[in-house]
């Protein structure tokens, strides 16, 4: 296995999951408490992941000494590469030089990272993102590959088995990043390159059996893919003892709350409380229009309706969901350290500080795609496992401002045509996520000689392969403007349509 130790960077669960796609078990150890994992994992290999921090500052995070005496391989990138030379000697400085984004590098030396793949004088494509720079080396390093802004673009001691890297071989910018990694893991840590999601899935089960014991669980179903293959898993491991609760928030698309309960109940036969709370949550939100007040209202009365439910079942001491690692890193930061907050995922930062039951989050670990790999492992139905993402919090955080049932009902509407339409055109597997928003803006129109005053719908769809960045859908004129014609003309309340033409980042998908 290989250990990744993780100084705080957004990113860091990519490169799990790159080493993941390579066929290798990882485990991720926040920085100040990787020596620990270290001793009981026993890795083949070290990697260092990124961070926001500084290595110029005195506090800023450091590597365990242990992870330079074990003489293990290791592997550093960006702020992992600074710390790195500055604990071997090297010396690290503030640069105005900062790079973010796109660079080409040139492979001026070999390497065991670049085996089967670059070659002296080349040019390659990678993704840099920093600010400060290694000014000298730590001794018995070399630079294997630069670029202009930085001249320690690679830089490597091949004797040692150690490797720095100033950019990020694990985002999808960086195209030969994946294969760079599985270089390192499998040809210098010598990993067999043998795990599979099967195996994903065997390791899970026993996990889930070994903690919950003969615990009760109660997990929440939201409609979604991510907590139906929660569900499903958790149902593997723990057979009866688990109850799926699917609360209808009365924030759902249309048809949502049909589809989940049959699936359940009908092809899986696992037992299904189904409850209507769709009046509490509606009225928990009148008059509360702050993104970040209506995620909290919401994961807390999640909450509530879960526990009430387990008390009916004479007590549970678990609560299962579907919390996805893009949840936990936009919420909270992964290492309880320095990742900065992007929005409360309701799964996670919406749950109140007080909760009696303990937390099942088995997905945890993976991104979108991999959960679906896992679906698919599971037995779910292709039409249900490919289904667009769908936010816990519904619709609450596609009606920007006060979320009244009325605006729910015109917002089904639109969401029902403009999905149809994407559906007859074919185009609903290219498309990461497709929704219609409710602005509360409201407009001037003119329809069949008459004044219109009414509100604006924004439709979103975007391209993406893990939910962390994502490019918009290049829809077409001609579809757009039979979206938009139908919209107008079939959904009372609506009277103009525009489509958001924002990427993420800086957009976020959803727009709260
Ligand atoms: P953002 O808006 O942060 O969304 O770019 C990334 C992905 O996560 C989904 N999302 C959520 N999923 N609970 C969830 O289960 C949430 O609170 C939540 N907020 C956003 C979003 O739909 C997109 O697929």
Same mark, same amino acid.
């Given at each position: 296995? %290989?250990?990744?130790?993780?100084?705080?960077?957004?990113?860091?669960?990519?490169?799990?999951?790159?080493?993941?796609?390579?066929?290798?078990?990882?485990?991720?150890?926040?920085?100040?408490?990787?020596?620990?994992?270290?001793?009981?994992?026993?890795?083949?290999?070290?990697?260092?992941?990124?961070?926001?921090?500084?290595?110029?500052?005195?506090?800023?995070?450091?590597?365990?000494?242990?992870?330079?005496?074990?003489?293990?391989?290791?592997?550093? /990138?960006?702020?992992?590469?600074?710390?790195?030379?500055?604990?071997?000697?090297?010396?690290?400085?503030?640069?105005?030089?900062?790079?973010?984004?796109?660079?080409?590098?040139?492979?001026?030396?070999?390497?065991?990272?670049?085996?089967?793949?670059?070659?002296?004088?080349?040019?390659?494509?990678?993704?840099?993102?920093?600010?400060?720079?290694?000014?000298?080396?730590?001794? *018995?390093?070399?630079?294997?590959?630069?670029?202009?802004?930085?001249?320690?673009?690679?830089?490597?001691?091949?004797?040692?088995?150690?490797?720095?890297?100033?950019?990020?071989?694990?985002?999808?910018?960086?195209?030969?990043?994946?294969?760079?990694?599985?270089?390192?893991?499998?040809?210098?840590?010598?990993?067999?390159?043998?795990?599979?999601?099967?195996?994903?899935?065997?390791?899970?089960?026993?996990?889930?059996?070994?903690?919950?014991?003969?615990?009760?669980? /109660?997990?929440?179903?939201?409609? *979604?893919?991510?907590?139906?293959?929660?569900?499903?898993? /958790?149902?593997?491991?723990?057979?009866?003892?688990?109850?799926?609760?699917?609360?209808?928030?009365?924030?759902?698309?249309?048809? =949502?709350?049909?589809?989940?309960?049959?699936?359940?109940?009908?092809?899986?036969?696992?037992?299904?409380?189904?409850?209507?709370?769709?009046?509490?949550?509606?009225?928990?939100?009148?008059?509360?229009?702050?993104?970040?007040?209506?995620?909290?209202?919401?994961?807390?009365?999640?909450?509530?309706?879960?526990?009430? =439910?387990?008390?009916? /079942?004479?007590?549970?001491?678990?609560?299962?969901?579907?919390?996805?690692? @893009?949840?936990?890193?936009?919420?909270?930061?992964?290492? *309880?350290?320095?990742?900065?907050?992007?929005?409360?995922?309701?799964?996670?930062?919406?749950?109140?500080?007080?909760?009696?039951?303990?937390?099942?989050?088995?997905?945890?670990?993976?991104?979108?795609?991999?959960?679906?790999?896992?679906?698919? #492992?599971?037995?779910?139905?292709?039409?249900?496992?490919?289904?667009?993402?769908?936010?816990?919090?519904?619709?609450?955080?596609?009606?920007?401002? #006060?979320?009244?049932?009325?605006?729910?009902?015109?917002?089904?509407?639109?969401?029902? %045509?403009?999905?149809?339409?994407?559906?007859?055109?074919?185009?609903?597997?290219?498309?990461?996520?497709?929704?219609?928003?409710?602005?509360?803006?409201? &407009?001037?129109?003119?329809? *069949?000689?008459?004044?219109?005053?009414?509100?604006?719908?924004?439709?979103?769809?975007? &391209?993406?392969?893990?939910?962390?960045?994502?490019?918009?859908? @290049?829809?077409?004129?001609?579809?757009?403007?039979?979206?938009?014609?139908?919209?107008?003309?079939?959904?009372?309340?609506?009277?103009?349509?525009?489509?958001?033409?924002?990427?993420?980042?800086?957009?976020?998908?959803?727009? #709260?």
């Amino acid at each position: 296995s %290989i250990l990744i130790v993780d100084f705080g960077s957004q990113v860091t669960q990519l490169i799990a999951r790159r080493i993941r796609e390579a066929g290798v078990y990882s485990e991720i150890a926040p920085f100040n408490s990787a020596e620990e994992a270290f001793n009981r994992l026993q890795p083949k290999g070290i990697i260092f992941s990124g961070g926001p921090a500084s290595v110029t500052e005195a506090e800023s995070p450091r590597a365990p000494q242990v992870m330079f005496d074990s003489g293990l391989p290791l592997l550093a /990138i960006c702020y992992g590469q600074q710390t790195l030379h500055q604990q071997l000697g090297g010396k690290v400085v503030t640069s105005d030089q900062k790079e973010f984004g796109r660079a080409f590098i040139e492979i001026v030396s070999p390497s065991a990272l670049f085996d089967g793949l670059w070659h002296i004088g080349e040019k390659h494509q990678v993704w840099m993102s920093h600010g400060d720079r290694v000014e000298s080396l730590a001794p *018995g390093f070399e630079i294997v590959a630069r670029s202009e802004g930085a001249p320690f673009a690679i830089a490597t001691n091949e004797e040692a088995k150690r490797y720095s890297l100033m950019f990020h071989p694990e985002v999808v910018h960086t195209p030969d990043g994946g294969k760079l990694l599985s270089n390192f893991v499998r040809h210098v840590c010598g990993c067999a390159g043998d795990w599979t999601m099967a195996s994903f899935r065997d390791a899970k089960i026993a996990d889930i059996r070994e903690q919950v014991g003969s615990g009760r669980v /109660i997990c929440g179903l939201s409609g *979604g893919v991510d907590s139906a293959v929660a569900a499903v898993l /958790i149902h593997e491991a723990i057979g009866e003892q688990l109850t799926c609760v699917f609360v209808d928030h009365g924030l759902m698309r249309a048809g =949502e709350a049909e589809q989940v309960v049959s699936l359940f109940r009908n092809s899986y036969n696992i037992p299904l409380v189904h409850v209507d709370a769709s009046r509490d949550f509606l009225a928990g939100l009148d008059g509360v229009s702050d993104p970040e007040k209506k995620r909290k209202f919401i994961g807390a009365e999640f909450i509530n309706v879960f526990e009430a =439910e387990a008390k009916k /079942i004479g007590g549970a001491d678990f609560l299962a969901q579907g919390t996805l690692y @893009p949840d936990v890193i936009e919420s909270v930061s992964f290492t *309880g350290g320095p990742s900065v907050t992007i929005k409360s995922h309701h799964n996670v930062g919406g749950l109140p500080e007080r909760m009696n039951m303990k937390l099942v989050e088995p997905l945890r670990e993976l991104f979108k795609d991999e959960v679906r790999e896992l679906g698919r #492992e599971l037995g779910l139905p292709d039409a249900f496992v490919g289904r667009h993402p769908f936010p816990g919090p519904g619709l609450a955080i596609r009606i920007p401002g #006060e979320v009244t049932k009325a605006k729910c009902d015109i917002l089904r509407k639109a969401d029902t %045509i403009y999905l149809e339409e994407i559906r007859n055109a074919g185009l609903y597997d290219a498309i990461w996520q497709a929704f219609a928003v409710l602005l509360p803006v409201r &407009t001037v129109g003119v329809m *069949g000689d008459f004044r219109t005053y009414d509100y604006v719908c924004a439709l979103r769809a975007v &391209t993406s392969v893990d939910g962390m960045t994502a490019d918009i859908y @290049p829809f077409d004129a001609a579809f757009l403007s039979r979206v938009a014609t139908r919209i107008v003309n079939e959904v009372q309340g609506i009277n103009r349509v525009v489509y958001d033409y924002t990427s993420k980042p800086p957009g976020t998908i959803e727009w #709260e």
